[in-house]
């Protein structure tokens, strides 16, 4: 990291210069500094050691979100952002405006903040950086996170893209399908990598895909090494990473009959809550079946209703018969699905967040 010259001193004058974007937020947050920290891919606003807000070239910001869904156009923005900037009351100005409640501001600023950080914080380029002292940003208050959250939010985010395919240039390079994933024989499985794929052209890269479909940038992201690491996109493979095994399309995956699912692994029936409503958690449901200590231990629910004894044979039928067998279907890849667990409260919260990447 290198550190722009100018008439001001920098604020870690008299100090160790910072070698990377992270220290010098750090070393900035314990000197309650107010400004903004400029670097090649974006900029960061910090108010007395908070960063208030952020914003970079590979992620969409509130305007994009809000120009994308109608909720303004861009000559309203622009005229907004106009008027209201330089005074740093853009966010109320929305809010008086009933253009966002209260809480949509504040989860679109705070989603936006989070994206942008993370590619501000994570560019490995280097390159020059320097801090405008008493900056203020155009949306004003709204609300202000701790550095040294943000430094581990990075941390992870990188972590889990390497995790999913450790290739960073798959990041900034147009993204390019392989040529049979075009039919529909081939197509992978869920909305959002399908959409993706629609859009890529071969001239597209991550960040344009994330403004074309008004993603987060990190999601976008996200999925690209998705799709990379299962095999769909015209990427080089690194050295180090093995070859996935062929994951069957939807088309190719052939239709499981219940009965053919072992009686074991047959979820209880839910008999209370609302018709339509989320079905109500089951205290210990996701430890069984599941060969864990401390499991609950109980008759099955299947078996009861077949007539059935547990790990029996059902009344009346010979016991040499062919019995049910698992579908031969092979298992995903980690790296496709890198948050696939059995227990359905993390698998709702993991819903919760590919919503909120959807559409933030």
């Known amino acids: 990291m290198t550190a722009a010259t100018g008439t001001a001193p920098p604020p870690w004058a008299g100090a160790a210069t910072p070698r990377t974007p992270g220290e010098a937020l750090a070393l900035l947050a314990d000197r309650r500094a107010t400004g903004a920290l400029h670097g090649p891919l974006g900029s960061l606003h910090l108010v007395d050691g908070r960063v208030a807000a952020a914003q970079s070239s590979r992620a969409p ?81 709204v609300a202000d996170v701790d550095p040294a959250r943000i430094r581990r939010e990075v941390a992870r985010r990188r972590q889990l893209l390497d995790g999913i395919w450790p290739w960073g240039q798959l990041d900034t390079a147009p993204v390019r399908p392989v040529e049979h994933v075009r039919r529909a024989s081939h197509r992978p499985s869920g909305r959002r990598r399908r959409e993706l794929l629609d859009h890529a052209d071969g001239r597209r890269t991550p960040a344009d895909l994330a403004r074309l479909l008004g993603r987060s940038g990190f999601g976008v992201t996200a999925d690209v090494r998705r799709l990379a690491a299962a095999g769909l996109l015209d990427a080089p493979r690194p050295a180090d990473v093995p070859r996935p095994p062929d994951v069957p399309t939807a088309a190719q995956v052939p239709e499981v009959s219940p009965t053919a699912v072992p009686a074991a692994e047959v979820p209880p029936p839910v008999t209370s809550g609302p018709a339509g409503g989320l079905h109500r958690r089951v205290p210990g449901a996701s430890l069984r079946g599941a060969g864990l200590p401390g499991a609950p231990v109980t008759a099955d629910p299947a078996a009861a209703r077949t007539g059935t004894p547990t790990g029996g044979t059902p009344a009346g039928t010979d016991a040499g018969a062919d019995a049910p067998t698992r579908s031969e279907r092979p298992p995903t890849t980690a790296a496709a699905h890198p948050l696939t667990v059995p227990d359905p409260d993390i698998a709702l919260l993991t819903r919760v967040r590919d919503l909120l990447e959807a559409r933030l």
């Open 61 to 141: 910001g509130l305007a994009d979100l809000l120009i994308g869904c109608g909720r303004i156009t861009p000559e309203g923005w622009a005229e907004l952002l106009r008027i209201h900037g330089p005074r740093s009351r853009v966010g109320e100005e929305l809010v008086e405006r009933r253009l966002l409640t209260r809480g949509e501001l504040e989860l679109g600023h705070l989603g936006t903040l989070f994206d942008a950080s993370f590619f501000v914080l994570a560019d490995p380029g280097g390159g020059v950086w320097r801090f405008e002292a008493d900056a203020r940003h155009w949306l004003g208050p």
